[in-house]
């Protein structure tokens, strides 16, 4: 249902604005039939149609022309479906298909293969996305794909508008379900039948055999640790980041995926007189400070996520992304308290506290760690929690690190209810209208819902709408669950003010699942060079519906006219503003709003983006608190403050203990105010 009408500003009246999923069951059964219905038929047609072809040589042409197709199919990326609507995917497949088989008929035998590998390859990603989205077991779907034609037309399993993704050129990667490589080998096979007969047959398969085995022991390579080496391919992959803007020479780096390769790292980088430095993903790379003389450790821990449903708990091996975590934790009716994406990886983000989606009602993320799994400097691999080493377990969650290298975490999980989640974008001029009504909004809003406020430039990248790209827009996104008030409730509400304020361009909130959450803040997939700067703002109450007036007056006069890409105003308060019993360092965040700019590089340089950014901050810095997330701190030269000053003897008393001789103090985060810095 759009929200382009003005509602009044009810809660009964706005939570009926939210659209709703339709309920799983026999929709989502006829669903999963037809999208195994349709892989099996886009396989089969790509095979048979081979047959049509009137010569070897155009044979062979197509076959040339299957490949180029299927080339550019995958290098759209194998997701390029997810959350856009299946069914529109797989029509345009089908429709292509359908255009292969007339040019074969018209004897345009190029033409047909291109559109052939164009329709088969798509066809099939989308329709095994859509199978999985339904979450019927395979077996199940196929045998109803036998009997079940007319659910073509039947609902999806998540209806209503997705907030927009960034679709890049990927590697060519299928599916999690390999069904995609059938329908590529099934091409290849009937064209080398077709236009060589059994030897050439025979060939591609041995072909394929070797290409499997060597990918078989390139992936058993890949699931090994490596030594420390100063260069070579394994160095390369241990310095690789997610942020571009930094480049990571250490003089050892290695990639570790078990406890005892841990172990064997820190004495080797110990035996050479290096210090120890550690990342998993690199979305704070910018944070390291110089690495000369160190050794830096990849953890990849080589574990599965597991889940206690039961206990509600998840264990995470270091290395993992939240999007590694997320569906397998939806799965059992939970979610955790991530963060605004699903590439951050889970150790860095909740030990430096973690500002999560669904913060106003989970509050800061690290505390929701029940352990944490470490290796210390004396090679000793400890699991800590508020029994063990209560005082380590207290400094980890926020202290800033050079503790250890940490192994994996678990953490507690919650039932969020029903989720409402969404994106809404708005031109620039009606700025002010709609950033004081969610100023107001923000003032008196329940815990249940967080959300924020930004002006963004979206880059012309396939998946985001291309009218919205290459100038400021102002969005609000965010995500509602059931908490001090039911889900629709909060964002209903919020929506209805928001609109009485000023019509949307584009508006997708909605009922979803979890899966969605981890896409509502529309974070790219890429870092490329850029600056940044964060604070917290509003030292008084988040309740104080002035001071949220004037930090938003102050935001939009620097930002409207700025040639920041991202300036955001992160709504704090809830449960973020308050410390529960047992917390970590950082239990809590000090402030109304998260204050974060970020601006590339560009032509223009790294100068001119840092005083883009300056300019931005002297509009704002009058509302300072003097503290910042430090999940969201990650330049090293920028001023940052991650807890008071009387917790610093604390944390170093900690750190001193564990560390005694300093292995691991390069690896202390800004912010951490440390005097082993």
Same mark, same amino acid.
């Given at each position: 249902?759009?929200?382009?009408?003005?509602?009044?500003?009810?809660?009964?009246?706005?939570?009926?604005?939210?659209?709703?999923?339709?309920?799983?069951?026999?929709?989502? &059964?006829?669903?999963?039939?037809?999208?195994?219905?349709?892989?099996?038929?886009?396989?089969?047609?790509?095979? +048979?149609?081979?047959?049509?072809?009137?010569?070897?040589?155009?044979?062979?042409?197509?076959?040339?022309?299957?490949?180029?197709?299927?080339?550019?199919?995958?290098?759209?990326?194998?997701?390029?479906?997810?959350?856009?609507?299946?069914?529109?995917?797989?029509?345009?497949?089908?429709?292509?298909?359908?255009?292969?088989?007339?040019?074969?008929?018209?004897?345009?035998?190029? =033409?047909?293969?291109?559109?052939?590998?164009?329709?088969?390859?798509?066809?099939?990603?989308?329709?095994?996305?859509?199978?999985?989205?339904?979450?019927?077991?395979?077996?199940?779907?196929?045998?109803?794909?036998?009997?079940?034609?007319?659910?073509?037309?039947?609902?999806?399993?998540?209806?209503? &508008?997705?907030?927009?993704?960034?679709?890049?050129?990927?590697?060519?990667? =299928?599916?999690?379900?390999?069904?995609?490589?059938?329908?590529?080998?099934? =091409?290849?096979?009937?064209?080398?039948?077709?236009?060589?007969?059994?030897?050439?047959?025979?060939?591609?398969?041995?072909?394929?055999?070797?290409?499997?085995?060597?990918?078989? =022991?390139?992936?058993?390579?890949?699931?090994?640790?490596?030594?420390?080496?100063?260069?070579?391919?394994?160095?390369?992959?241990?310095?690789?980041? %997610?942020?571009?803007?930094?480049?990571?020479?250490?003089?050892?780096?290695?990639?570790?995926? +078990?406890?005892?390769?841990?172990?064997?790292?820190?004495?080797?980088?110990?035996?050479?007189?290096?210090?120890?430095?550690?990342?998993?993903?690199?979305?704070?790379?910018?944070?390291?400070?110089?690495?000369?003389?160190?050794?830096?450790?990849?953890?990849?821990?080589?574990?599965?996520?597991?889940?206690?449903?039961?206990?509600?708990?998840?264990?995470?091996?270091?290395?993992?992304?939240?999007?590694?975590?997320?569906?397998?934790?939806?799965?059992?009716?939970?979610?955790?308290?991530?963060?605004?994406?699903?590439?951050?990886?889970?150790?860095?983000?909740?030990?430096?506290?973690?500002?999560?989606?669904?913060?106003?009602?989970?509050?800061?993320?690290?505390?929701?760690?029940?352990?944490?799994?470490?290796?210390?400097?004396?090679?000793?691999?400890?699991?800590?929690?508020?029994?063990?080493?209560?005082?380590?377990?207290?400094?980890?969650?926020?202290?800033?690190?050079?503790?250890?290298?940490?192994?994996?975490?678990?953490?507690?999980? %919650?039932?969020?209810?029903?989720?409402?989640?969404?994106?809404?974008?708005?031109?620039?001029?009606?700025?002010?209208?709609?950033?004081?009504?969610?100023?107001?909004?923000?003032?008196?809003?329940?815990?249940?819902?967080?959300?924020?406020?930004?002006?963004?430039?979206?880059?012309?990248?396939?998946?985001?709408?291309?009218?919205?790209?290459?100038?400021?827009?102002?969005?609000?996104?965010?995500?509602?669950?059931?908490?001090?008030?039911?889900?629709?409730?909060?964002?209903?509400?919020?929506?209805?003010?928001?609109?009485?304020?000023?019509?949307?361009?584009?508006?997708?909130?909605?009922?979803?699942?979890?899966?969605?959450?981890?896409?509502?803040?529309?974070? !790219?997939? %890429? !870092?490329?060079?850029?600056?940044?700067?964060?604070?917290?703002?509003?030292?008084?109450?988040?309740?104080?519906?002035?001071?949220?007036?004037?930090?938003?007056?102050?935001?939009?006069?620097?930002?409207?006219?700025?040639?920041?890409?991202?300036?955001?105003?992160?709504?704090?308060?809830?449960?973020?503003?308050?410390?529960?019993?047992?917390?970590?360092?950082?239990?809590?965040? &000090?402030?109304?709003?998260?204050?974060?700019?970020?601006?590339?590089?560009?032509?223009?340089?790294?100068?001119?983006?840092?005083?883009?950014?300056?300019?931005?901050?002297?509009?704002?810095?009058?509302?300072?608190?003097?503290?910042?997330?430090?999940?969201?701190?990650?330049?090293?030269?920028?001023?940052?403050?991650?807890?008071?000053?009387?917790?610093?003897?604390?944390?170093?008393?900690? &750190?001193?203990?564990?560390?005694?001789?300093?292995?691991?103090?390069?690896?202390?985060?800004?912010?951490?105010?440390?005097?082993?810095?």
């Amino acid at each position: 249902m759009s929200i382009s009408t003005v509602a009044p500003p009810r809660p009964a009246a706005a939570a009926a604005a939210v659209p709703t999923a339709p309920t799983l069951g026999r929709a989502a &059964r006829f669903s999963a039939a037809t999208a195994s219905l349709l892989v099996i038929g886009a396989t089969g047609v790509a095979v +048979s149609s081979v047959a049509v072809a009137p010569s070897v040589g155009a044979a062979i042409a197509d076959g040339a022309g299957a490949a180029l197709g299927s080339a550019l199919a995958l290098m759209q990326g194998a997701h390029a479906s997810d959350r856009r609507g299946r069914r529109r995917f797989v029509l345009s497949g089908l429709v292509l298909l359908g255009a292969a088989l007339l040019a074969h008929v018209a004897s345009i035998p190029f =033409l047909a293969g291109l559109l052939l590998g164009i329709g088969a390859v798509m066809t099939v990603m989308a329709a095994t996305g859509w199978l999985e989205d339904s979450g019927e077991p395979r077996d199940a779907s196929a045998v109803l794909s036998l009997v079940v034609v007319a659910a073509a037309v039947s609902v999806e399993t998540v209806s209503g &508008r997705r907030t927009p993704v960034f679709v890049l050129p990927t590697r060519p990667h =299928l599916s999690s379900r390999p069904v995609a490589a059938v329908v590529l080998a099934a =091409l290849a096979a009937s064209f080398a039948l077709r236009s060589g007969g059994v030897p050439a047959l025979v060939a591609l398969l041995v072909v394929l055999a070797v290409a499997i085995t060597v990918g078989a =022991l390139r992936a058993r390579r890949r699931v090994q640790s490596t030594p420390l080496a100063d260069r070579g391919r394994s160095y390369d992959k241990a310095v690789a980041v %997610f942020d571009a803007t930094v480049a990571l020479r250490p003089e050892l780096a290695a990639t570790v995926r +078990s406890v005892d390769d841990v172990r064997e790292a820190i004495e080797s980088a110990r035996a050479r007189g290096l210090v120890v430095a550690m990342h998993t993903t690199g979305h704070a790379a910018a944070g390291l400070a110089d690495l000369s003389g160190s050794a830096l450790v990849k953890v990849a821990i080589d574990e599965p996520v597991t889940v206690d449903a039961e206990r509600r708990t998840v264990r995470i091996p270091a290395g993992r992304a939240w999007g590694d975590v997320v569906p397998l934790v939806a799965a059992h009716g939970l979610a955790v308290p991530h963060g605004s994406s699903s590439r951050v990886g889970v150790v860095g983000y909740l030990t430096r506290g973690g500002l999560s989606a669904y913060g106003r009602h989970t509050g800061v993320a690290a505390n929701a760690i029940e352990s944490i799994e470490l290796v210390t400097a004396d090679g000793e691999h400890r699991r800590v929690d508020r029994d063990h080493d209560p005082e380590l377990f207290w400094a980890l969650r926020g202290g800033g690190g050079g503790f250890g290298v940490v192994t994996a975490v678990t953490v507690r999980a %919650f039932v969020p209810g029903e989720i409402v989640t969404g994106t809404t974008i708005w031109e620039v001029s009606d700025a002010e209208a709609v950033a004081h009504a969610w100023a107001e909004w923000s003032a008196e809003a329940p815990s249940a819902i967080t959300t924020s406020l930004r002006v963004l430039t979206i880059p012309p990248i396939p998946g985001m709408p291309f009218s919205l790209t290459r100038r400021p827009v102002l969005v609000v996104d965010g995500t509602a669950v059931d908490g001090d008030v039911r889900a629709r409730e909060a964002a209903g509400e919020m929506l209805a003010r928001l609109r009485a304020a000023a019509t949307p361009r584009l508006a997708t909130w909605r009922v979803a699942d979890q899966n969605e959450v981890p896409h509502t803040h529309m974070d !790219a997939p %890429f !870092a490329p060079a850029h600056s940044s700067a964060h604070a917290l703002l509003g030292a008084a109450s988040p309740s104080d519906a002035d001071q949220a007036h004037g930090i938003v007056a102050d935001f939009l006069r620097a930002t409207t006219d700025s040639s920041v890409l991202i300036s955001e105003l992160r709504q704090l308060g809830g449960a973020l503003a308050e410390r529960p019993d047992g917390a970590g360092v950082v239990g809590h965040y &000090r402030g109304a709003f998260g204050w974060l700019n970020l601006t590339l590089h560009g032509k223009p340089g790294r100068d001119a983006a840092e005083a883009a950014i300056d300019a931005q901050w002297a509009q704002v810095e009058r509302w300072r608190t003097g503290y910042t997330a430090p999940t969201l701190a990650s330049e090293r030269h920028r001023a940052a403050r991650s807890f008071p000053d009387g917790d610093i003897a604390g944390v170093d008393a900690v &750190r001193a203990r564990v560390d005694a001789e300093g292995l691991f103090r390069i690896d202390v985060a800004p912010g951490a105010h440390s005097r082993l810095i």
